[in-house]
């Protein structure tokens, strides 16, 4: 039977999230009131920028769409050029690159974004289908799960036979709604922030491949 695994990027393939913790403030502090930024200041973890627009507007941002991402953009360039990649993921990757399983990622960032991530992987080729839900207006970002929903059409496969590999609770929730299997990759998650709602968790790089392993070799 068809099965797929369908990977998060942010806190998962990359640990990207420590530096927008450290240079999203800042941004933020120029373009709203400190009692505004304050409110959105470490709450945007697994948020589209959309999202994180559309609330910079309740709180009083009175600046252009464009203008708003085009700050983002300048920090994601740097950020996704000099962030970590999560140790052994291109390893893993490699792995279920053999298995010949449907390998995809689904992002809430823009694609020149991931397209950073992916030519930095040695291994970036195992994903037969890669989608910035930010590119496409006709989907709901996370926590809806519609990026993952389609992702799994693309790929010809059913919820009941993919896995879903995610870090933050807006992540979770989306891929949980999905009706696929969640696994949350703590490796990167604060503990004091850790999601809820699955069973399934991994707390190390190792822990991650047994269970991507295991769900591949499990008739």
């Known amino acids: 039977m068809r099965k797929a695994i369908l990977f998060d990027m942010d806190g998962v393939i990359v640990h990207s999230e420590s530096l927008w913790n450290e240079r999203e403030p800042a941004y933020l502090r120029r373009i709203l009131t400190s009692a505004a930024a304050d409110q959105i200041i470490g709450n945007t973890r697994g ?5 994180i627009y559309e609330w910079a507007k ?3 941002y009175d600046g252009t769409r464009k203008a708003f991402y085009d700050g983002y953009d300048k920090l994601a360039q740097k950020i996704y050029a000099t962030c970590t990649i999560t140790p052994g993921m291109d390893m893993l990757l490699g792995e279920l ?5 449907p ?3 689904v992002s809430s960032s823009p694609m020149d ?4 991530v992916l030519s930095r992987l040695a291994n970036g080729d195992v994903f037969r289908f890669v989608e910035s839900v930010n590119a496409h207006p006709e989907l709901r970002p996370k926590p809806a799960p519609d ?3 389609a992702a799994m059409k693309a790929l010809e496969v059913s919820p009941g036979n993919t896995l879903i590999i995610e870090d933050s609770q807006t992540g979770i929730n989306a891929a949980i709604a999905s009706g696929a ?3 949350c990759f703590a490796l990167h998650v604060d503990k004091q922030k850790m999601p809820t709602g699955v069973t399934q968790y991994a707390h190390t790089i190792q822990e991650l491949k047994n269970a991507c392993l295991a769900f591949v070799t499990t008739p």
């Open 47 to 51: 948020l589209s920028e959309s999202l």
């Open 58 to 60: 309740k709180l009083g």
């Open 97 to 101: 690159k053999k298995s010949s399983m």
């Open 103 to 105: 390998v995809g990622l």
């Open 113 to 116: 974004w991931i397209r950073i």
């Open 147 to 149: 990026g993952y929903i």
């Open 181 to 183: 299997h969640v696994c």
